[in-house]
């Protein structure tokens, strides 16, 4: 079903090429949402009485279930906007990125990133070379001297702040990459 399309041209004669330039590009932008509700573009052109430097300012508003996506490009970052069809291009290249995020979003399609283990240290056994970890949840991780990254055995202290990879090990969970944190790393 063809996108509900509205085109406003200032500073310039409507062209059928542009505005078929704008159709192409919309068209598009189903191939990121199916459910584009509708689509507003502007086309400012630069005042007639300027020489060189004229930039055309492109911006796409374009309405979803759920929200509103609205690709405004500076034309003063971008010298190649002194060629419409650029401008165009650019517009609409920054309304589909902007429309494939609210896609993923409303897909619940979004990358969580898993904050790694974190705990205190919560004994120290220095004649073994190692020590255990405490988690939040009450568990206890053993970690060996050679999975410290950051510090040495003998400069941790009872209650120090660290996050680990965790891996199952011979007696139980066991720390690796272990690293000295402070208060204001930890998650909340």
Not at 66 to 94: C, M, Q, T, W
């Amino acid at each position: 079903m063809p996108i509900p399309l509205e085109i406003t041209i200032h500073n310039m004669d409507p062209s059928p090429a542009v505005e078929a330039a704008v159709r192409e590009k919309a068209a598009k932008l189903e191939r990121h949402a199916d459910k584009i509700i509708g689509c507003q573009v502007r086309i400012d052109a630069p005042h007639k009485h300027h020489g060189k430097g004229n930039l055309y300012h492109v911006s796409v508003e374009i309405q979803v279930p759920g929200g509103e996506i609205i690709a405004n490009r500076d034309p003063a970052k971008n010298h190649s906007h002194e060629d419409l069809y650029v401008a165009i291009r650019d517009a609409f290249r920054a309304a589909g990125r902007q429309l494939q995020d609210h896609t993923r979003v409303r897909r619940g399609k979004v990358k969580q990133h898993q904050v790694p283990p974190h705990g205190r240290v919560a004994q120290l056994h220095l004649d073994g070379n190692y020590g255990i970890i405490a988690t939040a949840d009450g568990r206890e991780v053993y970690f060996h001297r050679n999975g410290l990254l950051n510090a040495k055995l003998e400069d941790l202290k009872l209650g120090a702040e660290v996050r680990f990879d965790e891996e199952p090990g011979d007696k139980g969970p066991q720390a690796s990459s272990v690293s000295l944190i402070g208060k204001h790393h930890l998650p909340s």
